[in-house]
């Protein structure tokens, strides 16, 4: 064993492609296939003496061991010389019709070598082979760890699970940014340094070992090493809940290069109570999620903008709920600490109160919005060639040069930034709140020019004389302008209305054609772009992430009080919510596919949340961005329609 001559390159013995190894009474080889399989390879046992049978049966030898790539993890040392290798063992649990598939963390006994150097060459290789995406380096995952999510316990799973597979096992390079308050997750990504954007390479499952899957396939070095860029993350990773996501989304379309930052993948670890970004990925739990890291497979994600205004823009991956749905999450927030049951509880009080709900609400289909977007728009046309991203299914392109107004924004923020520094985490969210006027990051977003509805349209047809009487605004309140919500990526099926109107019309025939109503009237509403609001929460089934529309459901009532059908009905949602059977019951809810959304409030006794997070009770507007941004899938990944 001591006559290795070991490749510098790989660890391996050149001349025979394997390493001599002691793996407790045994001696044997180690060696990797060409295709990243890993073989344990043990020298046959000699029976020495009378008795050798029976050192041989107490001492048994460690047997051959063949590691598919696809199951390789990859290796962790011990000490200089022993190391283990690990690797995956998927196994399977079934919730109603669905099947959910996921994956412990298992390792070999230790093997030892006589030589340091070897054993860590060889425990780089693995890792290299079957974790790092294809890479010459590890790649560098930003988590950004919420404490007080779900139980609480999610900087403690974060040490004690996650942690030791990605930067022991796999070799990752992880940096712990742990959030100090509400919304400080916006910050943190907002001020991450990010590498340059990788490519999306298939969505399908790897066909061969871990090496073929990922972000960075091919076995190239990702652009951002071959450039020498500093070091910043290849991946952002959220320990928490749907919340500390949406928060970190905020903080990506709030950077001057969102454009390029969107392409960063996301990975949701289910540390919440809700976790539904986690589900609908595949990520059932924190092993599951931790395998989906070294795996790298991503996919595109719709993201929707929810503006209201006259001062807010939102960004939205997972939902948009008012009445019913809304209670059973803000509702149970005080019962945090029993974890996903809080929502079971809420939506059983919810239906023995029997409260029925009021709003109203208009959507745009998809059909009617490729119309829409095809049609020429002088508006459209203005916000630099937006439209062209909504028709297809391909989102390639989000603006590339920022527009003037965005640039105007960018060197407002500058501006605003040198002279007072960036607004605390918390201002800004007060100052949202309050819905008033703020000054930094969001001030051009936060002003409200009321007078200047006419004035998108004079830009538009290029006339110059717009007054107040070329306003549309629907029953003559103010409406809020496209010019007010200049940064992040354009809008244009928001460019074919006038304006966005302080209060709802009432009645389609006053919106640009296509425009749907629905009923004002509901015990249950949610508009949806994934299929699980949570880990057991299954609202949409059926419901695609990167299709480029979002899911509306209701179950349609009649009056405040719901009768004894109506609440029957509420249960067998309830019931069949976890796997999605309800949507088997026949027009038991209604559902409709939305690329836009005009929403508005008509019932104080509730409220209005966007991905669990609750805002201020005004109008909405809701528009899909096709694809615009990547989260990381389990390497089974599929969404299966039911
Ligand atoms: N250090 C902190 N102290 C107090 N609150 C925090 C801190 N960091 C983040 N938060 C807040 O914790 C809240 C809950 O986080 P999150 O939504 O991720 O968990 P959850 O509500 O348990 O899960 P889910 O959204 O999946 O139901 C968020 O609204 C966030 O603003």
Redesign the pocket.
């Known amino acids: 064993m001591d006559s290795l001559r070991v490749d510098p390159e790989k660890g391996l013995n050149t001349s025979t492609g394997s390493i001599a190894v002691r793996c407790g009474a045994s001696t044997g080889t180690i060696s990797l296939t060409d295709d990243g399989a890993f073989c344990f390879t043990p020298n046959p046992v000699r029976q020495r003496g009378p008795f050798g049978w029976l050192t041989g049966w107490l001492f048994r030898p460690v047997g051959h061991q063949v590691i598919p790539a696809d199951q390789l993890l990859g290796a962790r040392l011990e000490s200089p010389r022993a190391f283990t290798v690990w690797f995956t063992s998927e196994y399977t649990t079934r919730t109603g019709h669905v099947t959910k598939r996921l994956y412990r963390a298992v390792h070999t006994p230790r093997f030892e070598v006589s030589d340091p150097e070897a054993a860590t060459k060889l425990v780089t290789q693995i890792r290299r082979t079957v974790s790092w995406w294809g890479r010459d380096k590890p790649p560098h995952v930003a988590a950004i760890i ?5 139980k609480g316990v999610a900087a403690v799973m974060f040490r004690n699970q996650l942690l030791p597979l990605l930067r022991d096992v796999a070799g990752l390079r992880v940096s712990e940014h742990l ?7 916006t910050l943190l990504v907002r001020e991450l340094t990010l590498n340059a954007r990788p490519s999306l390479s298939s969505s399908s499952p790897p066909s061969g070992g871990g090496r073929s899957g990922g972000i960075e396939g091919g076995g190239a070095a990702g652009p951002a090493e071959a450039a020498g860029v500093a070091d910043g993350a290849d991946l952002i990773m959220f320990v ?5 996501l949406h ?1 970190g989304l905020q903080g990506l379309f709030q950077r001057a290069d969102w454009n390029v930052a969107r392409d960063t993948p996301l990975v949701a670890v289910p540390c ?5 970004v986690a589900a609908s990925c595949g990520l059932w739990d924190i092993t599951t999620a931790a395998v989906a890291v070294c795996r790298g497979r991503i996919t595109p994600i719709d993201v929707a903008t929810v503006l209201q205004p006259p001062n807010s823009r939102h960004y939205c991956l997972l939902s948009v709920v008012y009445g019913a749905m809304a209670n059973l ?1 803000i509702g149970t927030n005080h019962l ?1 600490w029993l974890g996903e049951l809080r929502f079971h509880l809420g939506g059983l009080w919810e239906i023995l109160r029997g409260r029925c709900y009021s709003c109203r609400v208009f959507v745009l289909p998809p059909d009617a919005a490729s119309a829409v977007a095809s049609a020429p728009s002088a508006t459209a046309t203005a916000r630099a060639g937006a439209a062209a991203a909504v028709g297809g299914s391909e989102a390639s392109d989000y603006g590339g040069a920022p527009s003037p107004s965005v640039a105007a924004l960018e060197m407002n923020n500058a501006a605003a930034t040198a002279t007072a520094g960036r607004p605390s985490v918390g201002s800004v969210a007060a100052e949202a709140r309050r819905g008033g006027g703020g000054e930094g990051v969001q001030e051009p977003l936060l002003k409200h020019e009321g007078s200047a509805c006419g004035a998108i349209r004079s830009a538009g047809t290029g006339g110059t004389g717009a007054t107040n009487n070329d306003r549309n605004d629907f029953d003559g309140t103010e409406g809020t302008l496209l010019s007010q919500y200049p940064y992040g990526p354009p809008l244009p099926l928001l460019s074919q209305l006038p304006c966005l109107p302080a209060r709802l019309p009432d009645n389609p025939s006053a919106l640009p054609a296509g425009w749907k109503q629905l009923t004002d009237s509901f015990a249950i509403f949610g508009a949806y772009n994934t299929q699980y609001l ?1 880990l057991g929460a299954r609202a949409n089934p059926g419901g695609l992430m990167s299709d480029g529309a979002w899911e509306v459901w209701q179950l349609e009532a009649h009056g405040r009080r719901a009768g004894a059908g109506l609440r029957l009905r509420c249960l067998k949602v309830l019931l069949g919510v976890e796997d999605g059977s309800f949507a088997r019951t026949p027009d038991i809810m209604h559902v409709v596919k939305a690329r836009a959304m005009l929403f508005q409030q008509r019932d104080s006794a509730t409220w209005t949340v966007l991905d ?2 609750a805002v201020p009770e005004a109008p909405l507007y809701l528009e899909v961005h096709p694809r615009l941004c990547r989260v990381l899938v389990s390497p089974v990944f599929q969404e299966e329609p039911l």
Not at 146 to 150: H, I, L, M
Not at 179 to 185: C, D, L, N, Q
Not at 240 to 244: A, E, L, M, P, S
Request: no cysteine.
């Open positions: 919420n404490p007080k999510a779900g959030t100090k308050a509400p919304e400080h997750a928490g809940g749907d919340g500390t928060e919440g109570s809700g976790n539904g999450d945090r949570a669990g997070e």
